[in-house]
């Protein structure tokens, strides 16, 4: 069983950067994939980024050179550092530890 904690949401200006962390407590955290996905009222979940347990990273075209993921074994989290904000990013984001482990999300607001 894997429990998942985000913190790091709020808003942003345009242009900002923000960096989401995923505490997960429990067992199997490092040998599996963990990933971000974000949810905007009306429209499907979203792949953000993905870290295999091997720390290999795939992006959407959406966010890729903005977005950075990255994971920290020793500490059961996973971050996600986003850059050149826009307000299409606005969403809620949610982490995910594989196969079926969701944070509760947190919101990212991007506005002037």
């Known amino acids: 069983q894997v429990q998942l904690v985000e913190s790091g949401g709020g808003l942003v200006q345009p242009g900002g950067s923000l960096r989401l962390s995923c505490a997960a407590s429990g067992r199997g955290f490092s040998s599996n994939g963990a990933g971000w996905y974000r949810r905007v009222p009306g429209k499907q979940r979203e792949l953000v980024a993905l870290v295999t347990s091997g720390g290999s990273t795939i992006y959407p075209d959406s966010v890729k050179d903005r977005f950075t993921i990255s994971r920290d074994n020793a500490k059961n989290t996973v971050y996600l550092q986003m850059t050149s904000l826009k307000p299409e990013d606005t969403a809620i984001y949610y982490c995910?530890?594989?196969?079926?482990?969701w944070g509760q999300g947190t919101q990212v607001t991007v506005s002037s």
């Open positions: 995910n530890v594989q196969p079926y482990y």
